[in-house]
Nanobody
Framework: QVQLVESGGGLVQPGGSLRLSCAASGSFSRIDSMGWYRQAPGKQRELVARISSGGDTNYADAVKGRFTISRANAKNTVYLQMNSLKPEDTAVYLC??????????????WGQGTQVTVSS
């Protein structure tokens, strides 16, 4: 199992910045990729950004150029730096990890989510 704990959410004005953190712990062999999804009221969950163990990244078009995902592999921690925030970014942000376990299988794990609200 992988336990994921997010932090860093909050209320920010449009144009402001936040940095989200997600720390992974538990019993696993290694984490292949980590990232962030978000879900806003009335909208389906969408992938915001992901990063592989090798550092390859992907971003949703809506956040490209404004958000930056990074990873500290030694700590199994992923970060999301969010700049130039817009009201449309308001959502619950969910950390995920795709982990390999000692038995040889992969599983997805999800955090509880952290609320990001962008409002005047």
């Amino acid at each position: 199992q992988v336990q994921l704990v997010e932090s860093g959410g909050g209320l920010v004005q449009p144009g402001g910045s936040l940095r989200l953190s997600c720390a992974a712990s538990g019993s696993f062999s290694r984490i292949d990729s980590m990232g962030w999804y978000r879900q806003a009221p009335g909208k389906q969950r969408e992938l915001v950004a992901r990063i592989s163990s090798g550092g390859d990244t992907n971003y949703a078009d809506a956040v490209k150029g404004r958000f930056t995902i990074s990873r500290a592999n030694a700590k199994n921690t992923v970060y999301l730096q969010m700049n130039s925030l817009k009201p449309e970014d308001t959502a619950v942000y969910l950390c995920y990890a795709y982990a390999l376990y000692n038995a040889g299988y992969y599983r997805d794990s999800w955090g509880q989510g952290t609320q990001v609200t962008v409002s005047s």
